[in-house]
């Protein structure tokens, strides 16, 4: 039983490494097919050479190392935030942990975005809370009425 159990959990690892083989060389075949229709946004040998590249390298990675984790992206991303002021740091971080991200490298980079709801001040719920704001310009006098025929003004009323 114990052989079987071995025999079992050393083929799944086989079955990870040859998947992984496949998924590298299907890749591969897609950036290929990116390059040589001129797709990739580059110049035809230099993708060709960057494929082959990334290629070779993911075929002679270790088991496990192969890619880079989702949690080094996070921790250099963090790490980005550091040198900020205390204030805009945290903003930064909660961007990096819960924000939307959109774009792309191959488009000119990946935008993150985090939107902050802030209540608005509470409102006066009584009358005697709510005072009447005074009037810093004081009405201008009257000016006396202009005559219809001519003749000299009216007299102002006394006040």
Known sequence: MKTFLILVTASIGCAAVVS????????????????????SGQDRS????????????ARHARRGAAAVSDDRYAQNALQRCQPL????RAECERRIQSGATS???T???VLRELRSVEPAPPMPSTDAERQP??????????????PVDGGPPAPTPPR
């Open 103 to 105: 774009g792309s490298v």
């Open 133 to 146: 704001t005074p009037n810093p310009n004081p009405p201008a006098p009257a000016t006396p009425p202009l």
């Open 46 to 57: 230099t993708c060709l050479r960057e494929a082959a590249a990334a290629y070779q390298e």
């Open 20 to 39: 992984a083989a496949d998924n590298a060389r299907a890749t591969y075949e897609r950036e290929r097919a990116a390059c040589t229709s001129g797709q």
């Open 107 to 109: 488009g000119g980079g």
């Open 85 to 88: 002021p205390a204030a805009d």
